[in-house]
């Protein structure tokens, strides 16, 4: 596969290759399917990227500051930006248009659809603000004491939260209260991604470590079963599934599995992936 460079943001720019590297100020990278590409940049633009071909089909404007998150509606019709212009605008995506602009009174830096898109949740320094998507009312506001960092939804109705706390806060949105603290790390928790099929989450710290964590119906019973130490210091994480990759990415990723020092990520693991789309097997570590 070649290396490619796309081009759509006024001050900005990324190249793809295996993986996509940003360079400047692109503050937001999510994929909708396996279709587009959304990228939020401090050029005050979202811009919507075709797949395969990497060209720049259509851009967003309407924000007066960076754009520091966008998030797409699990139809795929309707989209979530927030910027510094301390607004939450809410985007028609079939038109390209904005359906609808709120004034927050302060700066957001995180924004996320739930797995049903009902509800969406809309992060600040330390307080997250739950919105109905109905009517676009607060439900609930979850309080931490440290900078938050990332959130996910692990469920239609279950947000974790990762912070400058060397821990994972899991928290119910429809009741504002935390479930469980999933802990362990040394610093700061920096980024979260959940596996296909919602068993497994991951999180990775500042202090170099990624956690994989079973989850559970009993949230009490969440469970880490594998931690690996990269030795470096930690500010994002992504997932892949070797089935969505070429043929020739599929066996570079089975080279560098066999020389891994991961007990989660094995040979076998990968060849399940392929005959079980969303489900992953995840072997214990031996500790």
Not at 11 to 32: C, D, K, P, R
Not at 67 to 82: A, R
Not at 99 to 122: C, D, E, H, P, R
Request: a positive charge.
């Amino acid at each position: 596969m070649k290396s490619s460079t796309i081009y759509g943001h006024a001050l900005v720019m990324a190249s793809i290759h295996l993986t996509l590297t940003s360079v400047g100020a692109i503050n937001w990278l999510v994929f909708f399917n396996s279709t587009h590409l959304f990228s939020a940049s401090d050029d005050r633009t979202i811009s919507i990227w075709e797949c395969g071909t990497w060209d720049c089909i259509h851009q967003l404007t309407g924000h007066k500051a960076p754009v520091t998150c966008f998030t797409v509606h699990p139809s795929g019709k309707l989209g979530l930006s927030v910027s510094l212009d301390r607004t939450l605008r809410t985007w028609n995506l079939m038109t390209g248009a904005i359906s609808f602009t709120q004034k927050l009174g302060q700066v957001a830096q995180l924004v996320q659809w739930n797995l049903i898109g009902n509800q969406y949740a809309v992060a600040f320094e330390k307080t997250i603000a739950i919105y109905e998507a109905a009517g676009g009312s607060v439900v609930f506001t979850i309080t931490v004491d440290k900078r938050i960092s990332c959130i996910l939804y692990l469920q239609d109705n279950v947000l974790a939260v990762g912070s400058d706390n060397p821990f994972v806060q899991l928290f119910s949105t429809e009741e504002g209260k935390c479930l469980c603290k999933l802990e362990g790390h040394g610093s700061r928790v920096k980024a979260l991604a959940m596996a296909p099929g919602g068993l497994l989450l991951f999180s990775a710290s500042s202090d170099g470590c990624v956690k994989c964590w079973r989850l559970a119906e009993d949230w009490s019973k969440v469970t880490c079963i594998s931690t690996v130490e990269t030795g470096a210091r930690l500010m994002c994480l992504a997932l892949v599934s070797p089935e969505s990759l070429c043929g020739r990415m599929k066996k570079q990723l089975k080279r560098k599995v066999a020389r891994t020092s991961a007990p989660w990520l094995t040979i076998s693991s990968l060849k399940k992936l392929r005959k079980r789309r969303r489900k992953l097997t995840v072997k214990p570590s031996e500790d």
